[in-house]
């Protein structure tokens, strides 16, 4: 039978790893403390940050390995469900754990800005990989954190807790950035396949049935997270992901409007476009003509060179 555990309060938290419940929308804990237990599927709630502690063996890190041994940060948002795979074999956690209720960020700044941070949408593949420094600085940022719930709960609690928690995903924004640039050959060959990815795309003619080719789908080629690759785009050409596949389409567009012996609804069709217009509307939009304009003014280009 599957096992199956929800957390929906941090309460529920708390019990399944042995922790006091100190504060009804909010916790620090620690993994140690908690029992050993077989693997299961986990439905959250709540946010939740873990600091994995690894004792050794190297991390994995999307398709690749990666010798970074001091510890791993995951991020889970409310909704989202994550097994861990079953091996039949009981093990002990170890580690700490932000858990924080989305009732906490009502009326708080953070609130405001939840939606800017991607990563606890990226897979458990795509982990923030910390140096022992970063470590530290999470597990200081952990201890202000539990520092304040031991002081008890008063006017003041909710205001410093939740800036404490904005500035401990702030430094995990900083520290991504980090990630992305120390892991720039891996990056920089996901931008080849991505680019490979669109040029097979369209040399095959999957527009014709498929339409548009989308971030979600590129990403799911690439064995990635939507919100990460779309991160990883961004910070490596300074384009969203959207914008690098339609400067695609449109190159790809411009070469088949030289043909004259097809309409420009067709080669909209062709691209993926379900409605011509759309097309007509992004090529101008990208080009500064319409795709016919474009056709004249090349076809005067050549005439006056020959």
Same mark, same amino acid.
């Given at each position: 039978?599957?096992?199956? =555990? ?8 708390? &019990? #399944? ?8 929308? &909010?916790?620090?804990?620690? $993994? ?12 959250? !709630?709540?946010?939740? =940050? ?28 409310? !909704?989202?469900? &994550? ?11 170890? !580690? ?6 989305? /009732? ?14 991607? #990563? ?7 982990? $923030? ?10 597990? /200081? ?7 304040? $719930? ?26 991504? /950035? ?22 097979? #795309? ?6 014709? *049935? ?25 910070? @490596? ?32 069709? @062709?691209? !993926?476009?379900?409605?011509? *217009?759309?097309? %007509? ?5 990208? =080009?500064?003509? %319409? ?5 004249? =003014? ?9």
């Amino acid at each position: 039978m599957e096992r199956i =555990v929800n957390f929906e309060s941090i309460n529920d938290y708390n &019990v #399944f790893n042995n922790h006091k419940t100190l504060h009804p929308l &909010v916790s620090i804990v620690d $993994l140690s403390k908690a029992s050993p237990r077989l693997p299961y599927k986990m439905n959250f !709630g709540i946010y939740t =940050v873990i600091l994995k502690d690894v004792k050794c063996g190297d991390l994995k890190y999307g398709k690749q390995y990666y010798d970074y041994q001091e510890g791993t940060l995951v991020f889970f948002s409310p !909704g989202q469900t &994550v097994e861990i795979e079953d091996t039949g074999i009981a093990y002990q956690p170890y !580690g700490h754990a932000l858990i924080f209720h989305p /009732d906490l960020l009502a009326g708080t700044s953070l609130g405001k800005l939840m939606d800017d941070y991607s #990563f606890f949408s990226y897979s458990t593949s795509e982990a $923030l990989h910390l140096s022992e420094k970063e470590r530290q600085i999470i597990l /200081d940022c952990f201890d202000k954190i539990a520092t304040e $719930l031991e002081r008890g709960v008063d006017k003041h609690s909710k205001k410093l807790i939740a800036s404490n928690i904005e500035l401990l995903l702030n430094y995990c924004d900083r520290f991504y /950035d980090r990630q992305f640039i120390t892991r720039d050959n891996a990056n920089k060959g996901i931008i080849e396949r991505f680019e490979n990815l669109l040029s097979e #795309f369209f040399l095959e003619n999957k527009a014709q *049935q498929m339409g548009l080719p989308t971030v979600s789908y590129c990403a799911d080629q690439l064995h990635l997270s939507s919100n990460y690759f779309g991160d990883l785009i961004k910070k @490596e050409t300074g384009r969203t992901a959207q914008d690098y596949i339609q400067t695609k389409i449109i190159a790809i567009a411009k070469d088949r409007v030289y043909d004259l012996t097809k309409s420009v609804s067709e080669i909209a069709y @062709e691209l !993926g476009f379900k409605y011509p *217009q759309h097309f %007509t509307r992004l090529f101008k939009q990208k =080009v500064g003509c %319409t795709p016919l304009e474009y056709r004249k =003014v090349t076809d005067m280009i050549q005439a006056s060179d020959n």
